[in-house]
């Protein structure tokens, strides 16, 4: 890509207008007390505390994560951010079936009072438990698959005016038959909701101009993440590139763009796979997804176009029989007995 064509970029402006509470429209969740759930077991979350839950008339788990209130009485703002992604309904994007907020609930330790989100469950893990457990299996095909499927739920995301800013492998769930669904969006940012920017991303997934705060393109953010997701399925959990010890600077990305023979060359020497590891269709593609300059950076409908993107990809049939016949053999046995 010639990147002398490019149009000077215009600055991104986040508008600063304070946005009024979320409320939720599904009443058949939204009236329910916390004590009809079971929970099932807790899961390891981040910001928030997650919970595997049962429910009488679920037909099968669910997914609840917890907002406790602050010590001033408010409703915590990550609980205000993420319910608002209700409005996506996509194969590719993890469901939210409901929400409660400010609730007071006994427990043992007293009374819990806070709000809660519940949403689809994955059961296959995250894509970087994926890697780690399936790395034999991750051929061009299947993670192409995978490719096409955040794609696909990324475009739905910003038709909707949406853009998630921390596409990551943990942030990629797998459900029953390991179709791929994008998730967490307390950090995530809804055009025209009048809120503000606020999520940093994650270190080595995030493109530059999210480091630095200059950002012109939203969409274009996430874009280059979800390149660096590419490049890890490809190489079995390998960054392309690293941010420095302050986080500060991403290392290797110029000098790549300066002499992309190089990188490619060490990189196949660092993964022990030969020279042609990475096929000329490959390394087109990830080189128009890492642009430096955001306006330069690819976008969906242009990632649809290259000649990698438009090969074979595998069902979720398929999909789900490749991992069954390569499972070890007491992993089949604890199934068969499931």
Not at 34 to 43: A, P
Not at 193 to 205: S, V, W
Not at 315 to 332: M, Y
């Amino acid at each position: 890509m010639d990147t002398s064509e490019c149009a000077e970029p215009k600055q991104f402006i986040i508008p600063s207008a304070s946005r009024a509470i979320f409320k939720s429209k599904i009443d058949s969740v939204k009236n329910n007390s916390l004590e009809e759930f079971k929970f099932l077991r807790r899961v390891k979350g981040g910001k928030s505390e997650i919970f595997v839950v049962a429910k009488t008339d679920f037909d099968r788990p669910a997914i609840m994560k917890l907002f406790p209130k602050s010590s001033l009485g408010l409703t915590s703002s990550l609980f205000h951010n993420e319910v608002k992604f209700e409005i996506f309904d996509h194969p590719n994007i993890i469901k939210q079936l409901g929400s409660k907020e400010d609730f007071v609930m006994e427990t043992e330790k007293g009374k819990y009072s806070g709000s809660y989100i519940l949403m689809e469950y994955a059961p296959q893990g995250d894509l970087a438990h994926f890697i780690k457990a399936h790395k034999n299996l991750l051929d061009d095909n299947l993670i192409r698959t995978f490719f096409h499927q955040i794609i696909d739920g990324l475009e739905h995301m910003h038709s909707k005016g949406a853009y998630h800013l921390d596409i990551k492998l943990h942030n990629l769930l797998l459900c029953d038959n390991y179709q791929l669904k994008i998730a967490d969006f307390d950090g995530s940012y809804l055009k025209g909701d009048g809120g503000y920017l606020t999520c940093r991303g994650t270190p080595n997934f995030r493109a530059p101009e999210l480091i630095h705060g200059n950002i012109k393109d939203l969409a274009a953010v996430d874009i280059y993440s979800v390149v660096i997701v590419l490049f890890a399925l490809k190489t079995g959990g390998m960054f392309p590139f690293i941010e420095n010890e302050n986080f500060h600077a991403i290392l290797g990305l110029e000098s790549f763009h300066e002499n992309p023979q190089y990188f490619w060359k060490k990189k196949c020497k660092q993964l022990r796979k030969p020279n042609d590891f990475f096929d000329d269709d490959f390394k087109e593609l990830f080189q128009a997804m890492t642009m430096i300059d955001p306006e330069c950076r690819v976008g969906i409908e242009g990632i649809r176009k290259f000649s990698w993107f438009k090969k074979e990809t595998l069902t979720q049939t398929q999909i789900s029989n490749l991992i069954k016949k390569n499972a070890n053999p007491l992993t089949r046995l604890k199934a068969s007995t499931a």
